[in-house]
């Protein structure tokens, strides 16, 4: 584990570790602490911090609605009817109407039988996955997946298989070498949360027919970015229901937080009664509940919200690549801008701050070491004077540290 390396000589007290760990004191001496930083106000595309103005490229709000009036008067609303919190989990007493109606909505909307809605993205995940892979499975999860789908696999009672970043023919070896005995679940992300790059989901969809491995995939970055309408990886490919659980969230493209599962309704009863993120968590806040719900709608009822994030996700990406800045693979509104040195990538962050542009400074465990990168990305939102704008301060500190030519 990461915090190992900090292990102190006194192993009997498991506070040891603590005394070696310095780096964060170091980095705040240097002003090159990047975390976080407290923002005085977000308005979505712009946002306040330390009394002053930034473009934000550093959220996950891809389709602008935190500040939508629908979503806002959702959220009242529900506090008006419900209260803050309904203390207690959803197998208790922490179910109302509203989160029945989310899950009712999320099903329609992706084309499933049922949907379940938990209490973070992180903690469906958790649920899902520990709640189905046993000693007599394998989880079977691509090299670059969410540390979410990885922290679910050590909970579960499991073995767990990496293959290689989006390479369906390493995923078909690895599937080759599970006995018959062992029932694996591949898990994958639709969209990378750093790279910003889309999973090869038709080659990996018929390798697991091939060897009748089941599939979840992770769509927080992909429902309302890809497909039409927002619809999602398997949308974006054209081939609905061939995916046997999707997974999402309502932090990012729903402007709220909470996650859900997508699937079977035999399926998902099993998730219900035996997935411990669940039944031992509070249960998602009405407001969050209402929020996303709105968001859905507004999503549904406004679709060119897509295209706009698409657009403006595209005009920031080659604008940057077309700088000589290396974006990887992207192919999302997700843009990495890869430096590799640690430092290099957190005084550039800094620069790019003062100079009003908000960025994500991303290092390993995150990735891997020697390829710390900025992480950007893009709302439907952001006007094109925001993008054009952070291209040119992206361009004249590129100059500036020796990054571009």
Known sequence: MLGDRYEGRDARDIFAKVEGFKLSEQARAAQLYPFFQPLDRNDGPEAEIYGRRVVMLGSNNYLGLTRHPKVLQAARDAISEHGTSL???????????????????????????????????????????SSLVNRRSVAVVDKADHASIYDACRLAEGEMLRFRHNDARHLDTILRRVGENKTPLVVIDGVFSMGGDIADLPAIVEVCQRHQARLLVDDAHAIGVIGPGGHGTASHFGIEGAVDLTVGTFSKSFASVGGFVAGSRSVLEWIKHFGRSMIFSASLPPASAAAALAALEVLMEEPERVEAVQRKGAMLRDGLRDMGFDTGDSQTPIVPVTIGDEVATVTFWRDLLERGVYTNPIMFPAVGMGKALLRTSCMATHKDEHIESALEQFQALGRKHGLLP
């Open 87 to 129: 203390t207690g989990s959803r197998f208790l007493n922490g179910t109302t109407h509203l989160h029945e109606q989310l899950e009712d909505k999320i099903a329609g909307f992706l084309g499933a039988e049922a949907a379940l809605v938990f209490t973070t993205g992180y903690q469906t995940n958790l649920g899902v996955i």
